[in-house]
């Protein structure tokens, strides 16, 4: 946001009244649109006539290989009120806000680290890589890894820890009530890290004068955490909780990987719901209307972060 | 007198200090057991992806599990490559992210130039259409993106996976922060000299922005690299399949049971980008961390 109002700030060339000026600045005119030219292509197929076909798809039935038929409002109402269908969708709608708990979480425990990490103590960098590598790594392979590691058998390397501490084991991903938890655990855990290193810029970004006149002014750890720490992190929290939440909104891979929306539709999101509908069950229309309502929610959060951004910088 | 206080008071100042040191030690160690603790936990899904994939189908079920391989199966590793076709998933996933981090890479300096270095008619505008892009998400695209590859005969192709992807506003916006660094005294005068627009985009911005068109063409191999959901729509044949979607498929075989040899290859797929990683890590946590903060 702060960048488009650099650009309406910047000051404004000289107005030149010649011809030969103004021949020049319409020759620079089209210039710059050539060099624009590659990313503008490439956005209008791929980003807003897909962006307005999807709307206009989702007022049709289109079971594919069928042709198309205009039914207006027909899927979203279908979705929302017929006595099959509108479970599994409300029931993806629960379970997309279900799957976004993690995003607090995450904050909690990245914030709780970036503060264990925000030193500068010998060895500090090689803690910061490895609490990053998860984030780097594929989530299809991290996925297939952490299917292994909640095996549902006594082997499972979960279970085995269960076993040792004379519980009872689970079966995790199969049991409808600990399938998403689990999910939520492992996008915890691969999550972190950006968190973690955004937290951790935030940190340093507060001055030290700030700390050193309080500690003068005899605020202890607490004191400096709750006084300082928190409101200048604020923006940063902000930022890092929106952004988690619009990723959660389209979390896919692991679900696809680890359970497929199952079991008994525990993990089926509006993401991995739209997903069924369009290549599994071959409905256009309503992958579409799902998708729709999905591109709204995120819009929502957008704004919503957008906004807070804007009173931050006021703020600073 | 005077000197007495001065002995007593250094003498306290030593022990006050001495203090100070065994405190500190004390809070740094208890400081290396907390943080290596978390490490760990983070570390053993990684931890336990090698060391299952160095056993055998017998020991990966034994129970309770080993935490060394009695019996190290290198052979996994050599397996994989024998029960699906990895290596050319493998050649299909390196063509599309080197194919699309040249063309995004290109794409992004061209447009990013244009909004750092000139003047035009609708600059604003441009911008604004720009921004909006990194509103619409791939979820809210993904239907009518597919429709129109199948339109186009695309489906089980190069171009559809590498294609859709060869413009990015995040990495306009950034290269745009940088070019704007760049005084515009020195295009003066290269323009004085005779050096026109695109010469001097090519020849002196460019060899200024290293860092930061490394960080851009690291982002885009690795998320390139790593991108899951439209390979997995747009490909049906075997031997259109990316790394992850090849994985994907073969750890949904049938039987499902060869841990060992999943393992390994969960760990080939995922290695060139930790490789990568480790080697540019510096510049690659200080670049997310800025591109976090200020340009979003």
Redesign the interface.
Known sequence: MN??KE??TSPK?VQQRTSGAKKR?NK??F???L??L??????A???????I??IV?STFRWNMPSPASFVGLENYIYLFTDAIESPIFWKSILNTFYFSLGVPINLIISLL?AL??N?K?R?VGI????????T???????S??????F?P???G?FN?IL??LGLPIQAWLRDPALAMPCLIMMGV?SG?G?NI??F???LQ?IPGTYYEAAKIDGANGIGLFKHITWPLLGP?LF?VLT?GM?NS??A??EI??MTQGGPLNATNTM?YY??QN??QFFQ?GK??AI??L??IL??LL?WIQFRFVDRSVHYE | MNNRTELISASTRAKRKMKHRILTILSDGLWYVVVIAIALAVMLPFIWMIVTSLKGPTEVFAYPPTWIPKDPQWSNYIEMWKEAPFGRYFLNSAIVAIAVTIGQLTSCVLAAFAFARMEFKGKNAMFMIFLSTTMISSQVTLVPTYLVMRSLDWIDSYQALIVPFLANAFGVFMLRQSFRTVPRELEEAAKLDGCGRFRFLIQMLLPLCKPILASQALFAFMGNWNSYQWPLIITNQDSMRTLQIGLRYFVSGEGSTQWGVYMAAALVVCLPVIIIYFLVQKTFVESMASTGLKDI
Not at chain 1, 136 to 142: E, L, M, P, Q
């Open positions: 960048i488009s650009i309406e060339p600045k620079e005119t210039e710059a649109y060099y624009l590659p990313s503008l292509l490439i956005f197929v791929f980003t807003f006539f897909p962006a076909f999807s798809v680290i264990l990490l030193r103590i060895g803690f910061r890589t490895t609490f990053f590598l998860p780097i790594t594929s989530t299809a392979a991290v297939v890894v952490w299917l292994w590691l095996h058998a006594q082997y390397l085995s076993i040792s855990w972190m950006y290193i955004i951790l810029a935030g970004s940063t930022y952004v619009i909104l389209k896919f891979t696809d990987v993401a739209l997903y369009a290549f256009m992958a579409s998708a729709v999905l591109f995120m819009l957008t």
